[in-house]
């Protein structure tokens, strides 16, 4: 009976994506859609329809994310193939030194860097991910989450110490997963583009991609449901469309973001307010160590750089050197 079950259901399927080959068939031979899925040399590709495709991936596309607008068509064998992936207007990268950069997502919008009052708010980390995403050219916020554990006091302490953020001109977003404070801004930030969710373990990142979008929890129902079908619905990495506008993409290599190696350089840069006043030292390859005329160092004296910032920025250069 389960055989029988199991039978029907595998010809359901079959019959289901023969209608949407054939389907497909009659359209353009090439038709656009949108990596949502990567698995190995395959990939699952959404069409404007809203259908999805598994589909193999030419040898040529290795470097293929999640987030790729690609050209792709169903071939004689009922399957389907990408053939071309389309420029894309941003990327996430990894740098690897030993393979080249690695590329995580593409034609992200917003990286929003989470964090919370537990586990313990450190500037120094928000600093670390501001650092990873200033590298990118894609716009970045601060969500605090899980405010339903702040008192009216602690709230304060934190705005406080958030404010040169503020001014730094991130945006910053105040959210409850639980009592759903600022879940609406939020879900209106990120309906205009892809936005990927960003930050230390534990700060709330799955709760809240289970709130944004619904069915990111029955997914992974469904893995071990059809797994006795012999089918790998599990995914890496998986673009999920907001009910209300936009997308969001979740991978492991997303959030791990901000926690692989930086060159000074790539520190000196992504402060963005260091890298401004640093235009003033007296050296252009000026580290504001202890170089004369260190414009940075005096701004940190004068307290045109918050103490908070300099803090981090000598914390996270100083962390190189033990890692
Ligand atoms: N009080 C409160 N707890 C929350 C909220 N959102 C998430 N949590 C809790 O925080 C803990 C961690 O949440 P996760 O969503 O697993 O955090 P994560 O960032 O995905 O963690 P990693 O998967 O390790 O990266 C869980 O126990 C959640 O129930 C919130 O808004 N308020
Ligand atoms: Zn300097």
């Given amino acids: 009976m389960a055989k029988e079950q199991r039978t029907h259901e595998r010809q359901r399927k079959e019959n289901k994506s023969r209608d949407l080959f054939s389907r497909a068939q009659t359209d353009e ?6 990596i949502v899925g990567r698995f190995g040399q395959e990939a699952d590709v959404q069409d404007d329809d809203g259908h999805i495709f598994r589909c193999h991936l030419r040898k040529h596309l290795k470097s293929i994310a999640v987030g790729d607008e690609v050209e792709w068509y169903p071939d004689a064998t009922g399957s389907a193939v990408v053939v071309n992936v389309k420029p894309r207007r941003s990327q996430l990268e990894r740098p690897n030194p030993y393979e080249g950069l690695k590329i995580i997502a593409a034609n992200i919008d917003h990286i929003l860097i989470i964090v919370a ?21 894609i ?31 991130y945006p910053l977003f105040w959210v409850s997963r639980k009592s759903g404070e600022g879940m609406q801004a939020l879900r209106e930030h990120m309906s205009d ?21 619904p069915e990111a929890q029955s997914d992974v129902g469904e893995v071990s449901e059809s797994s006795d079908l012999g089918q790998h619905t599990t995914s890496a990495s998986r673009l999920y469309r907001l009910p ?11 959030r791990e973001f901000g926690l692989w190696h930086l060159s000074a350089q ?6 963005v307010d260091i890298r401004r006043i640093s235009e003033r030292c007296k050296f252009r390859n000026c580290m504001h160590d202890r170089e004369p005329q260190c414009a940075v160092r005096d701004a940190a004296e004068s307290g045109e750089l918050p103490a908070s910032r300099w803090q981090s920025f000598k914390a996270i250069l100083a962390s190189l050197n033990t890692v």
């Avoid at 586990?119 to 670390?128: H, I, Q």
């Avoid at 209300?244 to 997303?254: F, H, L």
């Fill in 29 to 34: 031979p090439l038709q656009d859609g949108i």
């Fill in 266 to 271: 790539d520190i000196a840069k992504g402060f």
């Fill in 244 to 254: 209300n506008g936009g997308s969001i993409i979740d991978s492991p290599g997303v």
């Fill in 193 to 213: 583009g892809c936005s990927v969710l960003v930050g230390q373990s534990g700060v709330g990142k799955s709760s809240l991609l289970n709130a944004l979008v």
């Fill in 139 to 169: 716009s970045v916020s601060i969500v605090v989450n899980k405010t339903d554990l702040l008192s009216a006091q602690t709230k304060a302490e934190l705005q406080e110490r958030l404010s040169c953020y503020v001014d730094l001109g």
């Fill in 117 to 137: 009052p537990l586990p313990a708010f450190s500037e120094t980390l928000l600093d670390r991910y501001l650092v990873a995403a200033e590298l990118t050219d």
